[in-house]
């Protein structure tokens, strides 16, 4: 599986009009989730942000609030942000615009949030364009950081070292909680919070 873990500037520059990472300023960084709720995942990564009084972005699929609409319920009153990921998990490039933003708007009903990240990160142009165009004030999210939690040819370690070494202040960082991702997850986050804990980060939410 190929994939750069750090965001090339050039990427950035074709998809302008969306938000690779946050101002360096107050020596903050975003962690974010991805394909969420989920039973399992999401309430680990509720009890590790807590300990550590971090605040996180959870970029969720509609289909899994409407399953899991307690989870979903906790994150919001745990002072976490949330974001839309389209309802069912669509990749932009594979999908027409008409349906692809039914989806996002599908998703909508159920993610009142201005937040916007393409699962994958695929989306076209003229999309983007569209969701802009269909939620006023929306912002669509990308990443400068992978974990690769998702990569199953990984193990934890190497997604913590994915992480910690290109990390730095404004840095948005995408992890999963997901079945997919949860064992890679489990090992890497509670590790990575650590070490921002003691470069003195401040964790914060998306907004």
């Known amino acids: 599986m190929f994939y750069l873990t750090k965001t090339p500037g050039i990427l950035k520059a074709l998809y302008k009009s969306c938000i690779w990472n946050m101002s360096p300023a107050g020596n903050k960084v975003y962690l974010t989730f991805d394909d969420g709720p989920h039973p ?4 680990f990564v ?30 919001l009153e745990a002072g976490h942000s949330t974001g839309n990921h389209t309802h069912n998990h669509l990749n932009g490039w594979k999908t ?12 909508a009903k159920y993610i009142p949030s201005p937040l916007f990240r393409p699962p994958y990160g695929r989306i076209t142009p003229f999309q983007v364009r ?10 669509i999210i990308m990443w400068d950081l992978l974990s690769g939690d998702f990569d199953t040819d990984l193990n934890g370690e190497a997604c913590v070292q994915n992480v910690v070494f290109k990390l730095q202040p404004g840095s948005i960082v ?18 990575v919070l650590e ?12 907004v």
């Open 40 to 43: 399992e995942a999401t309430p």
């Open 46 to 75: 509720l009890e590790q942000l807590a300990r550590y009084d971090a605040k996180g972005t959870f970029f969720c699929i509609g289909k899994n609030v409407v399953e899991y609409p307690a989870i979903y319920q906790q994150i």
């Open 96 to 107: 027409n615009t008409e349906k692809y933003i039914a989806n996002v708007l599908e998703a």
């Open 130 to 139: 569209q969701i802009k165009n269909k939620m006023p004030g929306a912002k």
């Open 174 to 191: 995408v992890f999963h909680d997901s079945t997919k991702a949860w064992d890679r997850l489990e090992y890497a986050l509670p590790r």
């Open 195 to 206: 070490f921002c804990k003691k470069q003195k980060y401040e964790l914060a939410a998306i």
